[in-house]
């Protein structure tokens, strides 16, 4: 019995149905489906059931769920609503005083240098993931405040994994001016290029396709293709040195514009193909935290983590946006919208346990503090800044019924 339960075939099965059964409660009792997705995680993870663990298997579908999922959300947005000053400023005062408050505080708590280096490190990270569903599901992706977060997200990213770069290097003593330059000549040249690419060469033989008999005879075929352009740009962003979800991003971005007569819509079949795959993402998100490894030393580092990741986010993204000329409440909500660490901070905290950085003991607190302010963002968002707002037509497009 033990053997079968081990299984992939039964772990993905197993994943998927208590995915979808997470989605689908959360949305019928009108609660954030990330929060439940999660939380269905933590039950069917090594924290209480123990039926699901994060073996290599769950982790590869659950970057094909972050990929999808960025795609969809890349498709409701413009290149010109994403990139702007005002989004670079917000993205580095965040990625730079988190950094700040992660290192000191590590260092505050008798941990080594290089450890409170790859803290810091962790601190940096949005997950554009988290936030961007919330608000998706809230019909509040298309405000200014999500726009920003969105465009300071992305940028974020790469900051995050300059940083990320940049520390490994210092650990290792193998500092070096040209090779940061090269970092970021590599991923603004991607992001560029691609963009571009997808914008005025794949987009525009799309919209030609669709005129062709060929897609009237096969409806199927570009949103096949469409998706096939995602993976090979998350597969491009990957061999470049940025995040997979950067690339899906980018590809989503660059086919906002294309209009489809004869063929299906494209962003009609990607967001169910994105309920399936971004509710495993969130539900391995809960798997991976195994609250056992948990001692008496290392929880109140956590909790003070915790706090410093929230509080520094919050300030250094939610300032400079009121600065901006942003209302305060548009500010709160960018500076929480910012608060999520989501994966990309357990991918830093799984380097440095790896390398041999940070022990077992800090790379629970880092991934539990990830969980925690992913976790934050949906209750401040629904109960306080979002609270008693309706939902706007937005969301009920999101997933259309053939009945409506």
Same mark, same amino acid.
């Given at each position: ?5 081990l299984?992939?075939?039964?772990q ?24 439940g ?5 933590? %039950? ?9 663990? +994060? ?5 590869a ?27 670079? %400023?917000?993205?580095a005062?965040? %990625? ?5 408050g992660?290192?000191?505080l ?27 569903? %919330?608000l ?7 405000t ?33 001016? /040209? ?24 987009s525009? +033989? ?29 597969m ?20 906002e ?14 967001? +169910? ?28 580092f ?15 993204c939610?300032? /400079? ?11 709160l ?15 830093v ?38 609270k ?8 009920d ?8």
């Amino acid at each position: 019995m033990e053997n079968i339960l081990l299984q992939p075939v039964f772990q993905m099965s197993l994943l998927l149905f208590v995915a979808l059964a997470g989605y689908l409660v959360a949305s019928r009792i009108n609660q954030s489906a990330v929060i439940g997705l999660i939380l269905v995680g933590i %039950v069917v993870g090594p924290s209480v059931l123990g039926l699901v663990t +994060y073996t290599d298997f769950v982790s590869a579908l659950a970057n094909l769920g972050a990929v999808v999922l960025l795609f969809v959300i890349g498709l409701e947005f413009k290149v010109e609503e994403i990139i702007s000053p005002k989004n670079g %400023v917000i993205a580095a005062i965040g %990625v730079i005083l988190p950094w700040i408050g992660g290192y000191w505080l590590s260092l505050a708590f008798g941990f080594s240098a290089p450890s409170a280096i790859f803290i810091g490190t962790a601190l940096t990270a949005t997950s554009i993931a988290i936030t961007a569903n %919330v608000l998706r599901e809230m019909g509040k992706l298309q405000t200014d405040a999500a726009r920003a977060i969105i465009g300071a997200a992305v940028i974020d990213d790469v900051l995050s994994l300059l940083a990320l770069s940049i520390s490994a290097e210092v650990v290792g003593g193998v500092f070096s001016p /040209p090779g940061i330059a090269l970092v970021i000549v590599k991923s603004v040249l991607f992001i560029v290029l691609a963009g571009a690419f997808g914008m005025f060469v794949v987009s525009r +033989y799309m919209a030609r396709l669709d005129k062709t008999r060929f897609a009237k005879r096969y409806p199927e075929f570009l949103f096949i293709f469409a998706m096939m352009m995602a993976f090979f740009y998350a597969m491009m962003a990957e061999l470049v040195g940025l995040s997979a979800i950067v690339g899906a991003f980018i590809a989503g971005v660059s086919f906002e514009g294309v209009r489809l007569v004869h063929c299906r819509d494209i962003k009609e079949g990607a967001e +169910y193909l994105q309920i399936i795959f971004a509710s495993i993402f969130f539900v391995s998100l809960g798997v991976l935290a195994d609250f056992r490894a948990i001692t008496p030393d290392i929880v109140l580092f956590l909790v003070a983590l915790t706090v410093v990741a929230i509080i520094t986010k919050v300030i250094g993204c939610g300032l /400079p946006a009121r600065l901006a000329g942003l209302s305060s409440k548009d500010s709160l909500i960018i500076g929480f919208g910012m608060v999520p660490r989501g994966e990309v901070a357990m991918i830093v905290a799984l380097i440095g346990l790896q390398q041999g950085i940070i022990d077992q003991g800090l790379y629970v607190a880092l991934v539990l503090m990830s969980l925690l302010t992913t976790v934050i963002t949906p209750i401040i968002y629904r109960n306080w800044l979002y609270k008693g707002e309706s939902l706007s037509p937005e969301r009920d497009r999101s997933y259309p019924c053939k009945d409506e």
